[in-house]
């Protein structure tokens, strides 16, 4: 089941902040989340695991609600390399990663 | 660099032709995914091996095929190539097969079917 990400795209100017957000209608093991800029491969970001704690790396973080089985992807004080297409791919036992459509995010200067 | 390579990076080729596209897995894992990823689209999951076993499949069609060896590189095939099959085609490595390792993808390679 695939998850569902939202926002599709959004549009940010350099310093401020975004959420992104991705749910799924099954019971979650865990959530990964990558960024993909055009062209090339989608690169980890984190992951977050049932019954773990929120992630955090420099000025991204992400949460997991493991009742809501959703899960958010935090980005403050964006840079100009954060723009690119946000992907949460999520597990719910020993499958493959499914992933949403994707967020594209573009900061602006 | 993930650690996972991928061959060639670029392939152009004709409608009813068949390619061989090829992924070598970071040191030590064993498990492959292959995804394609049609112009502005998600990642749609193909077919998952874990040391030369298929474990998974997903929206993988007929005229596709895949494979893992014995020194864990990984093959896809596709034959019979129509139009629609153009598209970014990424492979990714994990260490475990079960749910909460890190999945690392390859460069990917960009089949144009003209």
């Known amino acids: 089941q695939q998850p569902v990400q939202s926002p599709q795209a959004v549009i940010l100017r350099e310093g401020e902040d975004a959420v992104i957000n991705c749910s799924s209608s099954k019971a979650l093991y865990s959530v990964h989340w990558y960024r993909q800029k055009h062209g090339e491969a989608p690169v980890f970001l984190m992951i977050?695991?049932?019954?773990?704690e929120q992630k955090g790396h420099e000025k991204i973080s992400a949460s997991f609600n493991e009742k809501k089985q959703q899960s958010s992807l935090y980005l403050t004080a964006s840079q100009l390399s954060y723009s690119g297409t946000y992907f949460c791919?999520?597990?719910?036992?020993?499958?493959?990663?499914?992933f949403g459509k994707g967020t594209r995010l573009s900061v602006i200067a | 660099d993930s650690g996972v390579t991928q061959t060639p990076k670029h392939l152009i080729t004709a409608t009813g032709q068949r390619v061989t596209l090829r992924c070598s897995p970071r040191s030590g894992d064993l498990s492959v995914y292959w995804y394609q990823q049609s112009l502005d689209q998600g990642l749609q999951f193909l077919i998952h091996y874990y040391n030369g076993e298929e474990r998974a499949k997903g929206n993988i069609l007929e005229r596709f095929s895949a494979q893992q060896f014995p020194d864990l590189h990984s093959e896809l095939n596709l034959s019979s190539l129509e139009l629609g099959d153009s598209a970014l085609y990424f492979c990714?490595?994990?260490?475990?097969?079960?749910?909460?390792?890190?999945?690392?993808f390859g460069p990917g390679t960009r089949l144009t079917v003209l």
């Open positions: 977050l695991l049932k019954g773990g």
């Open positions: 791919g999520t597990e719910t036992g020993n499958t493959p990663l499914v």
């Open positions: 990714a490595s994990r260490g475990g097969d079960s749910a909460g390792y890190t999945q690392y």
